[in-house]
């Protein structure tokens, strides 16, 4: 046995062998790359109107996703991919503020289309420059109200205000933007969070106008409420969408929701189902937990799982400390100290969500926000983007056959990809695969508002008989 090692690492020493040996394993890992992570996106949809409208328009889904050859791993995806679009400059948004139903407040950070530029900054106000920032990097700005004070409204000034408004969109009727796509963030993500950028910027490109809802607290605006936000509460965005309905009345809507905010996304329509298909065209999901109990059962198992579990808390954490302004105090039904000590997401959402939002515990969060069981409810065309090395969300994790049983959910799984990662390329470029593939989506959803129209149809159509099928089963 000393011989044999002996003699492997003689021949080891050999430069001949060393060149041998290098070429063998490069030529393993590069068979492996080819084989295991290359491969055309699966695409999972009952064949219908939705699905044939899919592979159709969208070109990319018929072309394998080359996932950068050196960083395919799904946690190197995860955190790379916002570190290496960092150099991305800030977007020079223009701010809107509107004012909640119990006086909350968000903010819509639009970036327009050169076609509505000059329509979208009279009705707004003026261009914001710099003045949001993401969370993720220890957002200290929470304070500056003054920054955000343009186009607040109140639910008592609506009555007052809508004939204002009205008088001018007639005003601008021709040259109103006609198309209007709506990003929510994730966890504690905003306007200005890389991937929020790399996205918006490419639909600009495009020549779609895109707003992008901060959730309260987020992204400068000052948290004036104890509510914060969560993945089982849909209010905000459903008021946030009524009012751009009011404010853009001739205006399509499409909904890109990532990670936590496609959780979001996917409750609002599951929740006002046929409200949400008056107002919705379509919408995108991109790496959105489905089902948060087991989801995040994955992201407690010891190694690099448990490390991205701590990292997130500790972004709530770090949320949390600079609302205290708000959040402190006796009077509330959490005790901040305590929230702040959270190691993992689950502490965190014990200690804090839960209480928020009147669950008993973070488990009757998961159930409440998780959507696999929720397909039947929704009535708009949905496409959900996900990676199978997803973190957060393994392949037996997805929903897939209830995709596939779906007249207008499709899901679209690529092979690599992490958590909102999707970068592509030998040397990645600030536009990624995911960013490219929404952008064909949402272009071709626009220029064909007929056939979305039938589409929707048979969205209903489906939905409704399912609907029928869960009464009468319920009923015997």
């Known amino acids: ?97 509107v004012e909640l139903k119990d006086g909350g407040l968000v903010s819509l950070d639009w970036l327009v289309a050169d076609a509505d530029n000059n329509t979208i900054g009279k009705h707004i106000g003026k261009k914001q420059g710099n003045e949001t920032t993401d969370c993720n990097i220890n957002n200290k700005k929470q304070e500056t109200n003054d920054q955000t004070k343009t186009g607040v409204r109140s639910g008592e000034q609506e009555e007052e205000k809508k004939k204002e408004e009205e008088e001018r969109c007639e005003d601008g009727a021709q040259t109103q933007t006609k198309n209007i796509v709506v990003v929510l963030p994730g966890l504690t993500g905003s306007s200005q969070s890389e991937y929020v950028k790399g996205l918006v910027l490419t639909l600009q490109q495009e020549g779609l ?3 992008v809802l901060n959730n309260r607290g987020i992204g400068g605006v000052r948290l004036v409420t104890t509510r914060t936000y969560c993945a089982a509460n849909s209010d905000d965005l459903e008021e946030a969408l009524d009012h751009l309905g009011h404010t853009h009345t001739n205006a399509a809507l499409f909904i890109i929701g990532i990670s936590l905010g496609g959780m979001i996304t996917g409750n609002y329509l599951a929740t006002r189902e046929r409200k949400a298909a008056g107002r919705v065209v379509a919408a995108a999901v991109v790496s959105a937990p489905w089902n948060m109990v087991d989801g995040l059962k994955g992201m407690e198992r010891p190694g690099l799982n448990l490390l991205l579990n701590w990292y997130l808390a500790s972004c709530l954490c770090e949320l949390v400390e600079s609302l205290s302004y708000r959040l402190a105090g006796r009077n509330h039904k959490w005790d901040l100290d305590y ?82 990662g999707f970068m592509d390329g030998v040397i990645p470029r600030l536009v990624y695969y995911s960013d490219r593939l929404l952008a064909q989506l949402v272009v071709a959803v626009f220029s064909n508002p007929k056939l979305m129209a039938r589409v929707k149809e048979e969205a209903e159509t489906y939905r409704s008989t399912l609907v029928s099928e869960e009464v009468l089963e319920t009923s015997m």
């Open 209 to 211: 106008t895109c707003v």
């Open 339 to 420: 929230v702040k000590k959270s190691r993992t997401m689950r502490e965190f959402d014990t200690r804090f969500t839960a209480h928020q939002f009147g669950f008993v515990d973070a488990e009757d969060y998961y159930r409440a926000s998780s959507l696999h069981t929720r397909f039947n409810r929704i009535s708009v065309p949905l496409l959900c983007l996900h990676a199978a090395d997803d973190p957060f969300q393994p392949v037996p994790v997805l929903p897939t056959e209830a995709a596939e049983k779906s007249s207008h959910v499709a899901m679209v799984v690529t092979a690599r990809g992490g958590h909102i």
């Open 1 to 97: 046995m000393v011989m044999e090692w002996s003699s492997l690492v003689m021949y080891l020493q050999d430069d001949n062998s060393k060149m041998i040996v290098g070429l063998t394993l490069g030529a393993g890992l590069l068979a492996y790359y080819l084989l295991e992570a290359v491969k055309r996106p699966v695409l999972a949809c009952r064949d219908g109107l939705w699905r044939g409208f899919l592979e159709s328009r969208l070109g990319i889904l018929q072309e394998r996703y080359w996932p950068t050859p050196w960083c395919y791993e799904a946690r190197c995806q995860t955190i790379l991919a916002s570190v290496l679009r960092a150099r991305l400059p800030d977007v020079p948004y223009i701010r809107e503020v």
